[in-house]
């Protein structure tokens, strides 16, 4: 029987194995990594890289070095514990290596494997095990998917659907696990309680190439008998349709839908398989209208209360519909850029008011933010919040800079009270926030707005690096620098949070070097790379565009500039440059190749000939 352990249990029994190993050889191997996570879910590459940092295990050893490992791999603690690894034991093996590729045996989806290492310092003397860490595998072909994509039936069609499926859980659960793929961006719940910290999932990705699907862990929020497991859709970049408000670019890849499969595993050694199918249902949810650039509209008053708790009783909600998907593969967390989680909240500096129904919020910095509120009043009244980063002469809020046009939250009261909210599928980037308040149709009653923030959010990639002088000239620019990089990491590395919300691919690498001195860019940039080979073009020309993942198609020099498509040779050059990490440059070694040929087709006497490339940007393009 395989052994399924909670991240909170695996931490409990690392802490003990990690003082007794202290105890040996003059260095210790810390920090173990599957593929440049720290034991992730998901992971569907057969043949993952391990790694791991070692440290002194006193001042005296600081000079010390690593000249041997040995990896062990197994099914259960247990096994690891008595020195019995039934997955792989790797044997001592002599040298420094920076990733070591999994070597045991042929793991399957869904499967949980532990692991620990120890090494060899310099004198031969051998470290205890490190702490144990895990890993479990994402479905690793597309057969493994048991269930289908789905979509509300045609008379559910106001607004942004909402997908209910309730089920029983047996008596001696050990571990539940979800893999799920909503499109374009989802917010799970379970028992009425969100799944995970991630916000705007999944990553934009080039969807009929690849669409990126979570692994989430459900253990801790199932119980014995009744449970339900919500889903709520956003539109994202997987559809942008046309509106009267801001946006950049229209197009779609089709109606928001979902795929989804739980695992319920007990100790008994059984386990149940529960996947996306007609048994789950769906109906019109509170998102009246959800786009990527225009906003997101919520009325409170469309919130069936209790819908996603266990014993709900879903009267009148029609079956979900199979449908087709995108077309993309299925990937999981190996081609998964870190997601996106809330870092702060941004409290007004300052309220300027306007006029008894109109206000602008200083939150004392452009920031990526998602808007959150507290406020009370009738029903059907209505909170209208719009971002900018500038204000104009009045006082009012000015979005030039955000290309012009409308874009705002907009939450309508249910009148239950104190109501709060916080945004789910849109996010801006802007300082200032121009409160409207609007009073009930037939009524004159303002709601009163109780409270307002900014949640700022962006790609949880770590922190690697800090800077301070004596001079506070170049610790202000550090400061301002590092704000625009976290304003744009995103599921890509954007070009700006508040106008385009796209992925230049030019600034990944140009960008790259300053990025990496202060945020680990592994996961950030294996996903780009993986964009720039759903987005090359085919029929032989290895055209790279300017933007990927490509979800609009521009024309001209916007499409074709070398400064931009040859990251796909740049950065994974950056990658094995900054980590001795070679597997960008060989699983993208033929995209970059094909590039290359095309670039060549395009040379004079080995020079480029590109009349129309962009060049250096603002050079090229300013007056």
């Excluded at 072909?141 to 994509?149: E, K, L």
């Excluded at 190749?593 to 603002?618: E, R």
Aim: net charge negative; with cysteine; glycine share 10%.
């Amino acid at each position: 029987m395989k052994q399924f352990l909670s991240i909170a249990r695996i931490i409990c029994v690392m802490a003990v194995l990690s003082a007794a190993a202290l105890q040996a050889g003059g260095i210790f191997p810390v920090n173990l990594e599957c593929d440049a996570w720290q034991n992730p879910l998901g992971m569907d590459d057969p043949y993952p890289r391990l790694s791991w940092q070692v440290v002194a295990t006193n001042a005296a050893e600081r000079s010390q070095s690593q000249t041997a490992y040995e990896i062990q791999a197994a099914s259960s603690i247990a096994l690891l514990s008595s020195n019995e690894p039934d997955l792989w034991d790797s044997g001592r093996v002599s040298g420094q290596p920076i990733f070591v590729t999994y070597g045991g045996s042929a793991l399957a989806s869904v499967q949980q494997v532990f692991w620990q290492v120890r090494v060899w310092d310099a004198n031969g003397v051998a470290s205890g095990y490190s702490s144990v860490s895990t890993w479990t595998m994402g479905l690793l072909n597309a057969a493994d998917w048991q269930g289908s994509w789905l979509v509300p039936p045609a008379s559910i069609n106001s607004g942004m659907p909402i997908f209910l499926r309730q089920f029983k859980v047996n008596p001696g659960l050990q571990r539940a696990l979800v893999y799920i793929c909503g499109l374009g961006q989802y917010e799970l719940s379970a028992n009425g309680a969100k799944v995970g910290n991630a916000l705007m999932a999944p990553g934009w990705s080039l969807y009929p190439e690849t669409c990126l699907y979570d692994t989430l862990d459900l253990t801790s929020q199932l119980t014995n008998g009744n449970n339900a497991l919500g889903a709520m859709l956003g539109n994202g970049m997987y559809n942008v349709p046309a509106t009267t408000n801001y946006t950049k670019f229209t197009g779609s890849f089709g109606p928001p839908k979902l795929m989804a499969q739980i695992y319920l595993f007990y100790t008994n050694g059984t386990s149940q398989v529960i996947a996306s199918d007609t048994n789950w249902v769906t109906t019109n949810g509170p998102i009246t209208y959800s786009h990527v650039y225009g906003g997101e509209y919520y009325d409170a008053r469309l919130w069936p209360t209790g819908w996603n708790q266990a014993g709900f009783t879903a009267a009148g909600w029609p079956a979900a519909v199979v449908t087709s998907g995108p077309g993309g593969i299925l990937r999981g967390e190996s081609r998964a850029a870190p997601p996106m989680v809330a870092m702060q909240t941004l409290l007004p500096i300052h309220t300027n008011i306007l006029e008894a129904n109109s206000l602008v919020y200083d939150l004392g910095q452009n920031a990526t933010i998602i808007a959150s509120l507290t406020t009370h009043g009738p029903a059907g009244a209505q909170v209208v919040i719009t971002p900018a980063e500038l204000t104009n002469s009045d006082g009012t809020v000015n979005r030039e800079s955000c290309g012009g046009g409308t874009a705002s939250w907009q939450y309508t009261l249910a009148g239950t009270g104190s109501e709060s909210w916080t945004s789910r599928f849109f996010y801006h980037g802007g300082r200032y926030l121009q409160v409207t308040l609007n009073p009930a149709a037939g009524s004159s009653q303002l709601p009163s707005l109780d409270a307002l923030s900014g949640v700022e959010i962006q790609g949880a990639s770590t922190n690697t690096g800090n800077f301070s002088c004596s001079f506070p000239l170049f610790n202000n620019i550090r400061t301002i620098i590092r704000w625009s990089q976290a304003n744009n990491l995103a599921s890509i590395l954007t070009d700006c949070p508040h106008r385009e919300r796209l992925g230049w691919q030019g600034q990944s690498h140009e960008n790259g070097p300053a990025l990496r001195y202060e945020y680990d860019m592994r996961r950030m940039v294996a996903k780009a790379m993986q964009d720039m080979a759903d987005s090359q073009t085919r029929a032989g020309t290895g055209l790279v565009p300017d933007i990927s993942p490509e979800v609009t198609v521009f024309s001209g020099e916007f499409r074709d500039t070398p400064e931009i498509g040859s990251s796909v040779i740049q950065l994974s050059w950056q990658q094995y440059l900054f980590t001795g990490d070679d597997t960008l440059l060989r699983t993208y070694y033929t995209a970059m190749t094909n590039y290359f040929q095309y670039l060549n087709g395009q040379a004079v006497n080995y020079f480029l000939n590109y009349p129309n490339g962009l060049g250096d940007w603002y050079d090229c393009c300013a007056p």
